[in-house]
């Protein structure tokens, strides 16, 4: 095989994939497996070691998906097997990619999980998101996505009582203001982008475009459009090889939803449209090009649905703070034409093209979990037929708050809707809701600088 079609090749077959290791001279191969909050977890096994397990995967504990951000386990589950048991993460061969920024050459490969029965594991992240599009499937139809990534760059951060800073550019300067879509000011982090670039091509994440936010140091990635499950294991990769391309700047990057207190939040955009698996034609748009039903009770659903995921697309306490009167963020479920303003908004567009975006999720949120909980309110749509209340033509902030204002009131509603319990899987949403209710009591016993500041002398 020749050198430059190494980072390119997927393996087709176990024996297709022993070659390309052997041919690529790997050294070791992570085995990956994305927990309940987007964080990789697994081994890292030598290559020959790797083969010879190849077909059956590397055991692991079934905890690994229990375990809040903080690294705590959330004992207490209903889902967890007291037992403690073994899983086994079996790679997925079409995910096996080279990791760029080693000197070793090193594989990455993403896994799914089974039980020792060889059944999924239904709590899984990604088999949570397969569910949903079997479930189209069954429906003959096959959903196409296109995230959008929002992040910041930040200076390094050795101790988490201070604030952020805005990082020096190639300038020697650092930005203040808003200065989305500035060119020069995407170009003054050209070296920690050209870098990310760098990385992506090496481990086959497509990137379509790159734009700076309106935050000092916020650039967004937009991802070309394809298989969710593909969208969301390059999401979930990237995020790691931007962080990566940072810090071989002194940088961080950053995908909390809130960084800055008085700057934009981060956002992940996820456009979606669906298509019939016979002819791959978009059910959004009638032959002649206008929009039909189908769209309609698209939107319908993600009117209803979207509040009661909202503890899915803003997983963490830090998300709502994105979602405020004051900022960009929409604060409701309103849907518009080409309206950014809206949570919903469908863009302008050919009709091949007709499209739903999702602008409501957070950059926290752990893309297998986004892409299924936003198209299983589409879903519901489609199944209920329901139709959108009327398109706005204004400011939708100017039109109140609809989505909760807090984890811990988005977990309870979420545990609540039937609907999505059915269609994300129960057993999912208990062990989801259990990890981040331990995360939310976590959160509440610290006592924050602004009580020490305001309340320590006053009350």
Same mark, same amino acid.
């Given at each position: ?381 489609? +199944?209920?037929? !329901? ?6 033509? *204004? %400011? &939708? ?5 609809? #989505?909760? $204002? =807090? ?10 809707? +039937?609907?999505? !319990? ?6 999912? *949403? %208990? &062990? ?5 209710? #331990?995360? $939310? =009591? ?10 020490? +500041? ?6």
């Amino acid at each position: 095989m020749p050198s430059e079609d190494l980072a390119t090749h997927v393996p087709s077959s176990p024996d297709d994939a022993v070659r390309w290791l052997r041919e690529a001279r790997i050294d070791e191969v992570e085995c990956i497996v994305p927990d309940m909050n987007g964080i990789m977890r697994g081994k890292i096994i030598p290559r020959e070691d790797f083969i010879r397990l190849i077909g059956d995967g590397v055991r692991l504990p079934e905890f690994l998906f229990f375990q809040a951000v903080t690294g705590d386990t959330a004992d207490e589950s209903t889902i967890v097997n007291p037992l403690d048991r073994d899983i086994r993460a079996v790679p997925d061969l079409s995910t096996m990619r080279l990791v760029p920024w080693y000197e070793e050459p090193t594989a990455q490969v993403i896994c799914d999980c089974v039980f020792m029965d060889g059944t999924p594991v239904d709590f899984a992240p990604r088999q949570v998101l397969r569910h949903v599009l079997d479930l189209y499937a069954k429906r003959g139809l096959r959903p196409v996505v296109a995230p959008e990534l929002e992040f910041y760059l930040t200076g390094q951060n050795i101790n988490p009582d201070l604030p952020l800073t805005v990082p020096a550019g190639l300038s020697g300067r650092k930005e203040s203001g808003h200065q989305a879509y500035g060119i020069e000011h995407a170009n003054d982090y050209d070296h920690v982008v050209n870098l990310i670039y760098d990385y992506c091509e090496t481990s086959r994440i497509e990137i379509a475009t790159m734009a700076h936010e309106a935050g000092p140091a916020q650039l967004e990635m937009n991802f070309r459009h394809g298989d969710p499950v593909e969208l969301a294991d390059q999401t979930f990769l990237f995020k790691r090889s931007a962080r990566l391309a940072a810090r071989r700047h002194d940088m961080v990057a950053t995908f909390m939803a809130m960084p800055h207190q008085d700057m934009p939040g981060s956002a992940t955009h996820i456009h979606q449209s669906i298509v019939r698996l016979e002819d791959g034609s978009n059910i959004f748009v009638n032959d002649d090009g206008s929009d039909a039903p189908a769209l309609l009770h698209y939107i319908a659903g993600l009117q209803t649905y979207v509040p009661a995921a909202m503890s899915v697309f803003c997983p963490n306490v830090n998300s709502y703070r994105r979602i405020r009167l004051e900022s960009d963020a929409p604060i409701n479920v309103h849907w518009g034409r080409d309206n950014r303003t809206c949570g919903l908004r469908v863009p302008d567009s050919a009709p091949i093209s007709r499209r739903v975006e999702n602008r409501v999720i957070g950059a926290d949120s752990n893309p297998y979990l986004a892409m299924a909980a936003t198209l299983a309110c589409g879903l519901l749509g489609l +199944e209920e037929e !329901r139709l959108p209340e009327p398109m706005v033509e *204004v %400011d &939708a902030h100017t039109l109140g708050v609809s #989505l909760p $204002w =807090h984890i811990h009131q988005a977990l309870s509603v979420l545990q609540e809707s +039937e609907p999505l !319990r059915r269609v994300l899987g129960g057993r999912f *949403v %208990d &062990a989801y809701v259990d990890v981040k209710q #331990l995360e $939310w =009591h976590l959160y509440n016993k610290v006592i924050s600088s602004w009580e020490r +500041e305001y309340l320590l002398l006053n009350v």
